[in-house]
């Protein structure tokens, strides 16, 4: 069922500008899959689904294709667009976005594969990474400052 799921979750996305994931878990439910949103995003986790910016200003799923460093210049140009701000706390990083970016600037920050970060959760435009050290959060907000302000 999962898989059915997922495969129905990248045939929708493929053919339609899904938004949000209210509106995928609406669009699956109309095709048979009673889901919640929580199912939905684990799901685009998984699928490694990101968010892009549509010709228009809007912004949408895309499927990730995974093209080495190719998608992480891709993905760097995302976060570059994206980004706003970036400070630290301690050993967190706390980057803020535009609205409904967080997780495709998140997935560029993750393709970097920096062994000083140890992980990144996304919401919709605020993404928090914890580093190892404060010494490396603090590093981290100046790599992150230069990068987001090379637009």
């Not at 992480?72 to 994206?82: E, P, V």
């Not at 706003?84 to 560029?108: E, R």
Request: charged share 25%.
């Amino acid at each position: 069922m999962k898989y059915d799921r997922q495969a129905g979750i990248l045939e929708l996305i493929e053919n339609h500008e899904i938004e949000t994931q209210d509106e995928l878990v609406a669009r699956l439910a109309a095709k048979g899959f009673e889901v919640t949103q929580a199912t939905v995003s684990r799901d685009i986790k998984e699928l490694k689904i990101i968010k892009v910016m549509t010709g228009d200003g809007k912004s949408r799923y895309s499927i990730m294709n995974q093209g080495g460093a190719d998608v992480s210049d891709k993905l760097l140009t995302i976060f570059s667009k994206a980004y706003i701000s970036a400070d630290y706390a301690n050993n967190i990083v706390v980057i803020k976005t535009l609205p409904g970016m967080a997780q495709a600037a998140a997935s560029a920050i993750d393709s970097l594969k920096w062994g000083d970060i140890i992980g990144t959760i996304a919401g919709d435009d605020t993404i928090m990474i914890l580093c190892r050290a404060e010494v490396i959060a603090e590093r981290m907000t100046e790599k992150f400052t230069r990068i987001g302000n090379s637009k």
